[in-house]
């Protein structure tokens, strides 16, 4: 191998293993804020479309880079130790279709899933839970454990960065992980706060005009980084 391509090569591999570090940081931050349990799942697609996903039998809280997999864009297994989660489909069948889609995170929150439980619809009530709606809803509670359901979510998602699926869970997309991380943030507090001010009255919902203010001042690189770091330093 020539000098260039072994530079080039190093450089790859640098990148995967800082990558694969912030796959782990963010399913810890999640795992530790309440929003991801024992089943939820995040990855980060690579440049040649391998994709990179935490393992199904992981313990979230003790994430290493060791319980990451690869696998490719039609879920096969390509490396890991442990077997990626039935859910990956999930994540092929966004990426398949949605070639802006870096990072992918799939989890089981308690807060927005009370809300599809009842049909009640996600409506923006602080300004950040405003950056995900409308946010579509998939009218299904069965796991995305194959093609068929992963191409009719996807489908469901068409160019949003989040979608609620019906008493089961949330997904958010992200040109990279801490996009994905953020909006998942901004997704659950908005509708814990939405359906905990429905228990004392009817929430005040921000208009067009309000979320496109909100929309223009915080969808922002910066603040989605300072989201991040928040989390970040209470890992420790
Ligand atoms: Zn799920």
């Known amino acids: 191998m020539a000098p260039n ?20 940081d963010c399913i810890r931050m999640l795992e530790r804020n309440e929003i991801m349990d024992y089943n939820g799942h995040a990855s980060i697609r690579l440049a040649d479309d391998r994709i990179l996903i935490n393992s199904g039998p992981c313990q979230r809280s003790q994430l290493t880079v060791d319980d990451v997999c690869v696998i490719d864009l039609e879920g096969n297994q390509l490396a890991g130790k442990d077997n990626a989660p039935l859910e990956r489909h999930l994540h092929c069948g966004i990426y398949r279709v949605r070639p802006d889609a870096k990072a992918i995170i799939h989890c089981h929150p308690k ?65 990279d992980i801490v996009e994905a991380f953020t909006l998942m943030n901004y997704m659950e507090e908005n509708a814990m706060r939405q359906y905990m001010a429905l228990q004392i009255g009817k929430p005040y919902v921000f208009t067009d005009d309000e979320m496109r203010l909100c929309r223009d001042k915080l969808w922002n690189a910066g603040l989605f980084q300072r989201t991040w770091d928040h989390f970040r330093a209470k890992l420790g």
């Open 111 to 175: 807060w927005s899933t009370y809300l599809t439980m009842v049909g009640q619809a996600y409506q923006p009530v602080y300004a950040q839970g405003s950056l995900v709606h409308p946010v579509p809803l998939l009218d299904s509670p069965n796991s995305i454990n194959n093609r068929q359901m992963a191409d009719w979510l996807a489908s469901t998602l068409g160019d949003r960065p989040a979608a609620l699926l019906k008493s089961h869970g949330a997904v958010t997309v992200g040109r």
């Open 5 to 24: 391509e072994m530079n080039a090569s190093a450089n790859r591999a640098a990148e995967e293993t800082t990558l694969k570090q912030q796959l782990v």
